[in-house]
């Protein structure tokens, strides 16, 4: 009788260890997912504050400002229906230019401004990174320009 008992509580330390490592596994996943957000979802206020996300659209002409002397660049980014103001600095991608199809990666900072830590620019001309694309999509089936 007795090693039944004992082999019941070693059975339910192994399930009570499994299901911890997997409670952290999936907290640790959950905090490194980056979600993609389109400027009209930022516009609404649908990312969490404070974390991480993608943002994507197209560069919005004459919006790209650089700072003199410095690696500092502000643009808008566009949906065809909202705008999202995004602050990087940093080394833009050579193939960063207006009216291109972009993601950054970063947080919204003060509420309005997107503080982007990567920004990575589609390939060629016939490529648009596919959120980018759903998103303008979107915004064209719901009566947006």
Not at 16 to 40: C, D, H, K, R
Not at 126 to 140: F, G, I, R, T
């Amino acid at each position: 009788m007795k090693s039944r008992h004992q082999r019941l509580i070693g059975i339910g330390l192994v399930l009570g260890g499994v299901a911890l490592g997997a409670t952290f596994l999936l907290q640790a996943m959950n905090e490194n997912i980056l979600y993609y957000y389109s400027p009209s979802q930022v516009a609404a206020g649908d990312p969490p504050e404070g974390r991480r996300f993608r943002v994507g659209g197209l560069v919005v002409d004459g919006s790209v400002k650089r700072e003199p002397g410095d690696m500092k660049v502000s643009f808008e980014l566009t949906d065809n229906a909202e705008l999202v103001q995004v602050s990087y600095a940093g080394i833009l991608p050579d193939l960063f230019r207006e009216g291109q199809g972009i993601i950054a990666h970063g947080r919204m900072e003060n509420g309005s401004v997107f503080e982007a830590d990567e920004v990575l620019a589609k390939h060629d001309e016939n490529y648009m990174p596919p959120e980018v694309a759903d998103s303008l999509k979107q915004v064209h089936a719901g009566g947006g320009q």
